[in-house]
């Protein structure tokens, strides 16, 4: 913006205004003379308009920030009206809330369903969840891709109707065998690879940084308890009372028709178009040797806790993975369109993945073995024992509002911290109770503790990423924490499944397999309460500096 003050000629050091008597000192101007600049300029006389974004000077570029902070059209600027935010807000965390309900249903119906398939060994059992956690884990950070180029809500309606047509399938596997089983099972778990970074993508263009915006994501993080609790209440009525597909059958009708509500409530959202080839923006290459790395590394742990480590090719897969990740790096350095900038790598990016990582590590073994431990060692039902988790529902949806409260007051460090201690005090109860004991003694405040650690690291990793991305890189920023999220729970079971395996090798003793199993997650909270540790030493803000 012009300066006014460029229009007047050599202004003499000191002189009397007219009209005031002031002096008016070098480069300052009177206020008639402000007034007749003002006059001269009619956009200047003009109220700022509420609904129009004003220009801010960045570092080094505008930036566009809005007087307010409601959330508006992606393409035109506009506000949605408070009736359709709350719509909007519950059709996107209907998608975390999906995601958990997948996992809870497997969960529940893992004795039930691998009975009727014929799956009998307990540490392959637990494919039915890592199938699933594996590849939403892994094509996460494409699927994050995809949105950024083709339009957030075109892939959010996309992902809902892929996760409709998979867990049909899933149900339909019924009638064919334990590898299709599995492998639907995986295919199921590409949809909400596809809403996650998405979904978290459309909060993070709705709403520019302000405490709306933070509750926002903490409310979307928060119904991964309840639906977590819902999917597994849910498919053991169905296990108990009616049949067991009937649960994925229920869920297709479901992802189906939240598909339809998205494509009509969720605000349009601008693609990026480009002059390179599609596949060069897609990142083809790293997709393939990023994803394909991953995958293999998670089938090879997992195969390890279920035939063994002596077989060859569990050895194989591990290392071909491994050769594909460093593939994956040295295309990652030279190509234009990489899934993870270069510019966005630095410490506090690590740090906080590997607390992520640590903490849902060990909650995919602290649900998993769980919910096995009261299923076969206190020979409980599946609706029972679902009955036992809606307490995590409650706590996680008190532990989200209280995480986006404190979001804007607290170092998000220290959150992050709090967080890890939540999941290893939520193990160590599960791990060291008796199997007679009482359900209020331990596994009850288990229950309630546990939640607040899933509760309080994922929007605080979320948002601080999310802070830290452009605009057009929204997606980017949800990738990220959702891949180590979902990835972190498929490859724990796998760390654990292998100790289980090695520890009650001939599966005589599963009390001795589960304990050492969830000793496995205490020792991944422990790391983690480490590595937030040191995050919040490096992270402090040096005496007389702003807050960190």
């Not at 601008?270 to 599609?278: H, R, T, V």
């Not at 195969?303 to 480590?309: A, D, E, F, L, R």
């Not at 972190?488 to 599966?507: C, M, P, Q």
Request: hydrophobic share 45%; proline share 6%; glycine share 12%.
């Amino acid at each position: 913006m012009t300066d006014p003050r460029s229009d007047i000629q050599d202004p003499p050091p000191t002189e009397k205004s007219a009209d005031t008597g002031r002096s008016v000192q070098d480069g300052e101007l009177s206020d008639v003379e402000k007034g007749d600049l003002t006059a001269g300029n009619p956009k200047r006389n003009e109220p700022s308009d509420p609904a129009k974004p004003e220009e801010t000077e960045g570092s080094d570029k505008t930036a566009i920030a809005f007087p307010d902070n409601r959330p508006r059209h992606a393409k035109t600027g506009e506000p949605l009206s408070l009736p359709r935010e709350i719509i909007v807000v519950i059709v996107v965390c209907l998608a975390q809330l999906m995601t958990q309900a997948g996992l809870g249903q497997a969960l529940a119906t893992t004795i039930i369903a691998g009975d009727s398939l014929g799956i009998t060994h307990p540490p392959s059992r637990s494919w039915e969840i890592a199938a699933y956690s594996l590849t939403v884990g892994t094509f996460i950070l494409p699927a994050g891709r995809w949105g950024d180029l083709f339009g957030h809500k075109r892939m959010f309606v996309i992902g809902f109707a892929w996760f409709g047509l998979w867990s049909l399938l899933v149900g339909i596997a019924v009638y064919v065998d334990p590898i299709f089983f599995d492998f639907c099972r995986g295919m199921q778990g590409i949809g909400p690879a596809i809403l996650i970074p998405n979904g978290i993508a459309i909060l993070g263009t709705l709403y520019p940084p302000s405490p709306r915006k933070d509750m926002a994501f903490a409310l979307f993080g928060s119904v991964a308890p309840g639906g977590a609790s819902l999917g597994a209440v849910f498919a053991s009525l169905f296990g108990q009372l009616l049949w067991w597909p009937w649960a994925y059958w229920a869920m297709s009708i479901a992802c189906f028709i939240i598909s339809g509500l998205a494509w009509m409530v969720i605000p349009s959202s601008p693609s990026k178009d480009g002059k390179s080839g599609l596949f060069q923006r897609l990142d083809g290459l790293g997709s393939f040797f990023g994803v394909g790395g991953l995958v293999l590394i998670n089938v090879a742990w997992n195969q390890g806790s279920s035939i063994g480590w002596t077989t060859t090719h569990t050895y194989i897969l591990l290392i071909i993975g491994f050769l594909f990740l460093a593939v994956f790096v040295y295309i990652e350095s030279r190509v234009a369109y990489p899934l993870i900038p270069r510019t966005i790598l630095n410490t506090k990016l690590g740090f906080v993945l590997g607390c992520i990582a640590c903490g849902w590590g060990t909650f995919g073994i602290w649900v998993y073995y769980t919910f096995q431990f009261l299923l076969t060692l206190r020979a409980q039902t599946p609706l029972l024992v679902s009955a036992e988790f809606v307490p995590c529902a409650i706590s996680g949806l008190c532990a989200a509002v209280t995480t986006g409260i404190l979001m804007s007051r607290v170092r998000h460090p220290y959150i992050m911290l709090t967080a890890l201690c939540c999941f290893l005090t939520g193990t160590v109860l599960i791990a060291t109770q008796p199997v007679q004991q009482t359900y209020w003694a331990q596994t009850f405040v288990s229950m309630i503790i546990t939640p607040w650690g899933m509760d309080m690291s994922f929007p605080a990793g979320t948002l601080i990423l999310s802070a830290a991305m452009p605009r057009e890189h929204q997606g980017l920023a949800a990738s990220l924490v959702s891949t180590v999220v979902n990835y972190s729970i498929s490859l724990g079971l796998g760390f654990a499944g292998t100790v289980e395996s090695n520890v009650d090798k001939r599966g005589v003793n599963m009390l001795k397999g589960y304990r050492a199993a969830l000793y496995m997650g205490i020792g991944l909270a422990g790391l983690g309460i480490a590595v937030a540790a040191v995050f919040t030493v490096v992270t402090r803000p040096r005496r007389g500096g702003g807050k960190g």
